[in-house]
C-alpha cells in the first residue's frame, strides 16, 4: 500500500468524469464528480431502474484507489464509501486515471494505493458494505 498527499498543480474543481460502478452485485455506468472535499457517485437513470443506488456521497479520507496488475492499463477502481452505501468505481486507465487521481489530491484527500492481480475493488467494496452494515 502507497499513500499520496502531495499537492498537485491546481485544478478548478468540480470536475466530473464518467465511469463504471460495481455496487451490490450490480454494475452499471455513472458519474463521478470530484469537488473540495467531497467525492460524489451518481448513477443514470438506467442504473437506477435495476437496483443501482441513486448517489453515494464520500468524504473519508483517505481514498481508495485499487490498481490490477494484470488487467491495467484498462481500468482503475476507486472505492467510495458513504451513508449510502459503497461502490467500486472504474475509469479509463489512460484517458481519465491522471486527471481524477489529480483532482483527488487538489479536493483535500490522501490516495491509499493498493495493488491487486484482477480485481478493481469489487470485492473490496462489497466486504466494507458488509462491514458498515
Request: hydrophobic fraction near 45%; glycine fraction near 6%.
Given at each position: ?21 460495481s ?44 490498481h ?6 484498462l ?5 467510495v ?39 478493481h ?5 462489497r ?7
Amino acid at each position: 500500500m502507497n499513500r499520496t498527499s502531495a499537492a498537485p498543480p491546481e485544478i478548478e474543481l468540480p470536475l466530473r468524469f464518467q465511469c463504471g460502478a460495481s455496487y451490490q452485485w450490480r454494475n452499471a455506468g455513472g458519474h463521478l464528480t470530484v469537488a473540495p472535499s467531497v467525492l460524489t457517485f451518481e448513477s443514470s437513470r438506467l442504473a437506477q431502474m435495476i437496483g443501482m443506488v441513486p448517489k453515494i456521497t464520500h468524504t473519508a479520507d483517505p481514498v481508495t484507489i485499487v490498481h490490477a496488475r494484470v488487467i491495467f492499463p484498462l481500468n482503475i477502481g476507486i472505492i467510495v464509501c458513504g451513508e449510502e452505501g459503497t461502490a467500486a468505481l472504474s475509469v479509463w486507465a489512460i484517458e481519465q486515471y491522471p486527471r481524477v487521481r489529480r483532482a483527488i489530491i487538489s479536493a483535500g484527500f490522501t490516495i491509499e494505493d493498493v495493488k491487486t492481480w484482477i480485481s478493481h475493488g469489487e470485492h473490496m467494496a462489497r466486504v466494507l458494505t458488509r462491514d458498515n452494515k
